[in-house]
T-cell receptor, first 111, second 112 residues
Framework: QKEVEQNSGPLSVPEGAIASLNCTYS??????FFWYRQYSGKSPELIMF????GDKEDGRFTAQLNKASQYVSLLIRDSQPSDSATYLC???????????FGKGTRLSVIA | DAEITQSPRHKITETGRQVTLACHQT?????MFWYRQDLGHGLRLIHY???????NKGEVSDGYSVSRSNTEDLPLTLESAASSQTSVYFC???????????FGSGTRLTVV
């Protein structure tokens, strides 16, 4: 069973703080990992992807991958109220099967 | 600009009716997907296609069908709508099987 687990939240952080979002997955052979942001009533928007162990930075966002621990995280630095959304983790378990999504973590950034 | 569009944005239908949701992309992507999103369940895969004439079932395919006659379109048909199919439906596409997906704006379907 291919599963992606996320805490549902809500995760509340003050404006300017670092928000840390976590995701675990069930298959050590998984190949690619994605973070989507979804505002209420809108469609998911791809914000980060990572394929290799380690960190990947893009602006205020850092994705971290540890394949041995089957763990991927998203850090949002200098959090802004506009970052308030649900963040979905998605995993490509193999090249031939579609992405499996976690249920998402709701983030609330308090001004 | 390339895009992926879904229609209609909102639909109300009666139990037992056949309903088709449209998805059209101009990215020239071979891979297209249909997901439904419900509170407490997240995004669940209904059907997907890796090219023209290719269709595959996802984890919640019962009561749904798709066909892929060209690269641009993957319509989703509910054969006989049921109240349990009230949901938000998202279509997505990708260039390769390892890429992230681009999502359409979604269709909110209510079955009464």
């Amino acid at each position: 069973q291919k599963e992606v687990e996320q805490n549902s939240g809500p995760l509340s952080v003050p404006e300017g703080a670092i928000a840390s979002l976590n995701c675990t997955y069930s298959d050590r052979g998984s190949q690619s990992f994605f973070w989507y942001r979804q505002y209420s009533g809108k469609s998911p928007e791809l914000i980060m992807f990572i394929y290799s162990n380690g960190d990947k930075e893009d602006g205020r966002f850092t994705a971290q991958l540890n394949k041995a621990s089957q763990y991927v995280s998203l850090l949002i630095r200098d959090s802004q109220p506009s970052d308030s959304a649900t963040y979905l983790c998605a995993v490509n378990f193999s090249g031939n099967t579609p992405l499996v999504f976690g249920k998402g973590t709701r983030l609330s950034v308090i001004a | 600009d390339a895009e992926i569009t879904q229609s209609p944005r909102h639909k109300i239908t009666e139990t037992g009716r056949q309903v088709t949701l449209a998805c059209h992309q101009t990215w020239n992507h071979n891979n297209m997907f249909w997901y439904r999103q419900d509170l407490g369940h997240g995004l669940r895969l209904i059907h997907y296609s890796y090219g023209v004439q290719d269709t595959n079932k996802g984890e919640v395919s019962d009561g749904y069908s798709v066909s892929r006659s060209n690269t641009e379109d993957l319509p989703l048909t509910l054969e006989s709508a049921a109240s349990s199919q009230t949901s938000v439906y998202f279509c997505a596409s990708s260039e390769t099987r390892l890429d992230g997906y681009t999502f359409g704006s979604g269709t909110r379907l209510t079955v009464v």
